[in-house]
Structure formats: C-alpha cells, structure tokens
C-alpha cells in the first residue's frame, strides 16, 4: 500500500490552475524561502503549531501530554526539544489552539477525496492540483496519484520549486496536464541565499521540461527588497521568454499572512518589515515580462 505524507487538501481552489480545484498539499519541502507562506510545510515530518490567541489555558493539554513538555505560568509554553509530535494535545484542544501539520494517507483516501468534488470539474474544467510543500519529494506517492487520475479523465496540475532529479520529473510528467512552475530568482548567489539552495537544478529542469513538450505555466512571487529590481525582472523575463510551451506567467505580490504561522510554530519571521507590493509596483514589474511578448497576470 502506498502512503504519502500531506498536510491539507483544499476544496473549491480557484487560484491553483484552471476551473475550479482540489488542492493536495504535500508535506516537505526542500527550499526554506524567508517569505513562504506554507512554512508548516517545510519539514518533511508532521510539525506542532500552538496559536496563543485560541488558548483559553484550561491545562488539559498540560494534563495529556505524555512528554511533560507543556507548562502554564501566565501562558502556556511548549518546550520543543522534548515534543515528539505525538498530537495528543492537539487531540484535546476544544479551542483549536493547538494543531498538527502532516498526517499520513493512503493514495485511495485521497483520491475518495479527489472523487467527490468531479462534478465542479465537469461543470468548470477544474481538477486536482498537486501542491506543497513540494510534491516532487515524493515521487512514488505522487505517481500513484497521478495514473490514478489519469485513468479518471481528471485534469491534472503539479505546483513545484522544480528541486528534483529531471529522471523523477521525466517518470511523471506524462501524467500531468500542467506544471504551475515556480521561478523565484535568477541569480544563483541571491537564490541560495533567500531559499537555501541553489537555482541551477531548477532552471536546468525547467528548460528540459519545456523542450519535453510539456505544458508550463511560470509562478513568480513579487517579493519587495529580494527579487522586485530590475535586473532580476529583466533576467527573468529574457529568460522565459526563449522557453517553448510556456502558457504565461503569475505574478504573485507578497503578502505577510504567514507571520501568525511563524509564531506558532516558534520560529521568528524572516521578513517582518516588508510591506506588500502596490498595484502600481505589480504593474510596473509586469511590464518587463510584457516587453517580451508574454502573457502576465497579476494575482
């Protein structure tokens, strides 16, 4: 039986590919990017979250957890090097205060999920995108999701960084209808720096994949202070632009939805003084892929 680890799927997606959408999130990720907004989803195993504005410190997770790792003292504080994840507190909070990210499922328990929502696909011309985390990370799980739908006639949309082997990407890329691409910077430098790894794998994977043939849509998140200047705008632009089968390009302005999640998982937020982006700044970076005859749209 082959199992994966996600941690969400969301329904009525309308922001992840075409029609209306089942989104699957997959837990793990490879890149640490200071503004994702799933940071939940960077490791590869489940993760606790505490949200200190839902606790009503009642104590009963004090009470449940078998590692002694919760105390209440005005409020409660979870010591993390001895929370093993077990979820038993979570188990317990009416209030919803305390969560897991990542649970374990079976490639049928999704697809029952995939199933009941075919007939806003019919209707719309949706499907079930795969998302993250990155999919990519596991491969064998994702293929068994993939042939699966494939055989159910339901359109299919992988969401990557492209940080993979190109002989993983090649196994499965006859089963997806469409690659939502994500492209963050084109410096290598600058790449490693803000995401943890370099680009190189995933500029490489990227041109393979759209000289396969494949269908391409490219994601860019407008992050302002770390990819928004001009010369990283002109690069990617000058760069997309001599891909094959590129459908067009998502600009995505930053937002910082993500500090609350930052905070409930203990971790500081990378970026607390970044502002998001103007519809003017959103229009001005449009222009540069525009220039070079490519469809943009801004979300």
Request: a negative charge.
């Amino acid at each position: 039986m082959i199992t994966g680890t996600i941690f969400d799927i969301k329904k009525y997606a309308i922001h992840d590919g075409p029609g209306i959408r089942t989104t699957v999130f997959f837990q793990g990720c490879p890149l640490s990017c200071w503004w994702c907004h799933n940071p939940e989803s960077q490791p590869r195993h489940p993760v606790l979250l505490y949200r200190a504005n839902r606790c009503a410190l009642c104590g009963t997770c004090v009470e449940t957890c078998p590692q002694n790792g919760i105390s209440i003292n005005g409020v409660a504080t979870t010591d993390r090097t001895k929370c093993d994840v077990c979820g038993e507190c979570a188990e317990v909070c009416y209030h919803g205060a305390r969560e897991v990210s990542g649970r374990e499922v079976t490639v049928a328990a999704v697809l029952a999920e995939i199933e009941r929502d075919v007939p806003f696909y019919d209707q719309s011309g949706g499907g079930v995108t795969f998302s993250g985390g990155e999919p990519l990370l596991q491969p064998q799980f994702l293929a068994a999701l993939l042939k699966e739908c494939r055989t159910r006639e339901i359109h299919t949309v992988v969401d990557t960084t492209g940080l993979a082997a190109w002989e993983t990407i090649d196994r499965l890329r006859g089963d997806v209808n469409l690659f939502l691409y994500d492209l963050k910077l084109m410096d290598d430098a600058r790449h490693r720096k803000y995401t943890g790894v370099s680009n190189r794998l995933i500029l490489s994977n990227l041109v393979r994949l759209a000289e396969s043939g494949e269908q391409i849509a490219i994601r860019i998140p407008l992050i302002p202070g770390i990819n928004d200047d001009a010369k990283n705008l002109w690069q990617s632009a000058e760069f997309i632009a001599r891909l094959p089968n590129i459908t067009g390009i998502e600009l995505m302005g930053y937002h910082d939805i993500a500090a609350a999640k930052y905070e409930a998982l203990g971790r500081e937020y990378p970026l607390p003084e970044t502002i998001p982006p103007t519809e003017a700044e959103m229009q001005s970076a449009a222009r540069y892929f525009k220039d070079f005859g490519l469809q943009v749209k801004i979300s």
